[in-house]
């Protein structure tokens, strides 16, 4: 059995190009016991494997030169040597960037086409509706009555965030987004408020949309957007460290924030987390998210680009901000 | 009754001059029900009073131009009209920077002189040591086994925090400094090691003092000492913001920490603290802190200045480092 692969042919230096990845065909071994093979369908590409393609020790280990990256995807069952699955059963696993994949069991989870398209398992049900769901109650804290600011709102996680904060009772729900259409989608899905970041500074554009301060910030973005959080901050506000892909490309340390030492008096919490932490919620959240989704309470966008081949792009276009929601790779 | 008070004559800009402030004569009205007259022993600069000299919105609020300043201060109550004081009594009181005081009896505290020296009142066994202790315990979640870093760890709280986090249990206590005595002092107080933040990078002292990463940071300085405490943080690290001594004269924004988003895999807490919130650990505080201090177990270092008109003197100095441990004025 052939699978085609994406692999790092070289580590990107600022933002990555074409020729930091190559497609490679190559032959399988036949499986081992506890091993399935899966037939690709979707795959995801997230900012946090910008990280993961330099050569610096992180939470996760670095991407391999000449070797196929990871990270989530969706597949049917086409071989099984693991009495858990059967032939023709869908599930998620973290083997994507590649058509075929021989998974381990112990790396696989059976989802339900029938309920929800293969997508979503990457999405609002996967990975990425975990993190919003887990950053904003176990990290930030959420309780009904705060005001939430979300950067980064039109992505997927943000956009569920905010979602989220909504149902969970948020006095007030803000959203901040690198385009109009973003910021006018943010509205659709029930922002009170969003802004455009372009539009000008960001402390200033936070302290218009959030007058009497915000409680809980989910931070995806970092930079002057955390910044103006902690100035908008109130009194023991909870920041939910999640992401700052204003950074990731960079190749110079950030200069952000000058004014953490406002935490001091505002007694604010700030707290960096990986929704691997999160796993012991996967149970309530999925309760949760499902039934809302089924309520038609919680939205979301993706952004689907197609062949395996194109997924160097996607994930360029993710780090420029090109997608609305998440970004996914039909294979 | 006439009191000699020091006033705020001008708002200092970057480090305070003695044109700051003016030496007083002021005729103090008779008392009311409810109030002591006070005559002060001792009086207590701290680096928090720095920010509330300038016209900002703070935690406190600022002290106003030409009034008296205010800040911890013990005395002799030498006239009374309030049943829970006698003439003679010793109180521990918010009514410093003068010499005679009135002071409402809500604000007031007795305290045994023939157990500890008035001044312990405003250090170890006071708000310098409660802010020790509830930064430690409460905030940073200190627990037996942690590599604890403190920044200004010469200075009065700093220097509590690394003898409290060793009798509770500390795998290995790293204190930074502004002069080679006080390095050697923090050795001699216990800490396992330490290093004048002159000698070099900080980022490099402390990454040589704490091989294997630290656990808590109970962070005085901000600036380049939080910068290298989230570079040396092991996973799960959590930071007490307690000061940020290296900002207070500033006029620029700091630039500092250019590295924040490391807490994000480190999945760090950040949660700065003013120790009016953990007024509900006074009892439990002051029962060990006794104790440690009858079992010789805690030391600490006094910058004794003379004579109230000295006060401001003794302020402008605590800001450049030229005490070591508390910074008392007799009066």
């Known amino acids: 059995m052939h699978a085609k692969e994406i692999h790092l042919a070289s580590r990107p230096t600022g933002e990555p190009v074409p020729d930091n990845f190559r497609t490679v065909t190559t032959e399988l071994p036949p499986l081992e016991d506890g091993q399935i093979l899966v037939r690709n369908i979707v795959m995801s590409v997230d900012p946090y494997m910008r990280g993961r393609m330099n050569d610096v020790k992180s939470y996760v ?36 960037w590649r058509d075929i994949a021989i998974v381990d069991g112990k790396g696989a989870r059976t989802v339900d086409l029938t309920q929800a398209q293969a997508s979503s398992y990457l999405g609002a049900l996967g990975m990425t509706g975990l993190t919003a769901y887990s950053g904003l109650t176990a990290v930030a804290q959420f309780k009904p009555g705060d005001t939430v600011f979300v950067s980064g709102a039109a992505g997927a996680v943000g956009s569920l965030v905010g979602q989220i904060a909504r149902k969970l009772g948020a006095e007030r729900v803000i959203g901040s987004a690198g385009s109009p259409a973003k910021v006018a989608r943010l509205l659709e899905l029930g922002f009170d ?4 970041y372009h539009d000008g500074s960001v402390k200033k554009q936070l302290a218009h949309a959030a007058p009497d301060g915000i409680d809980v910030y989910f931070d995806n973005v970092g930079g002057d957007h955390l910044e103006a959080a902690i100035t908008s901050a109130n009194k023991y506000g909870r920041f939910a460290l999640c992401g700052a892909i204003s950074q990731y490309n960079s190749t110079e340390p950030s200069s952000a924030p000058r004014n953490l030492a406002l935490a001091i008096g505002k007694e604010l919490t700030l707290k960096g987390f990986i929704v691997g932490s999160y796993g012991h919620l996967t149970e309530e959240f999925s309760e949760k998210m499902t039934q809302w989704i089924a309520d038609g309470d919680v939205e979301w966008d993706e952004t689907v680009v197609d062949g395996l081949e194109n997924a160097p792009q996607a994930f360029i276009g993710l780090l420029r901000g090109e997608n609305t929601g998440k970004m996914i790779v039909a294979i």
Chains 1, 2 share one sequence.
């Open 61 to 96: 280990p670095p991407f391999r030169l000449d070797t196929v990256l990871d990270g989530g995807a969706v597949g049917e069952v086409i071989e099984t040597r693991n009495d858990a699955f059967s032939v023709g059963d869908a599930v998620s696993h973290g083997k994507g």
């Open 193 to 196: 408020a969003a802004f455009d």
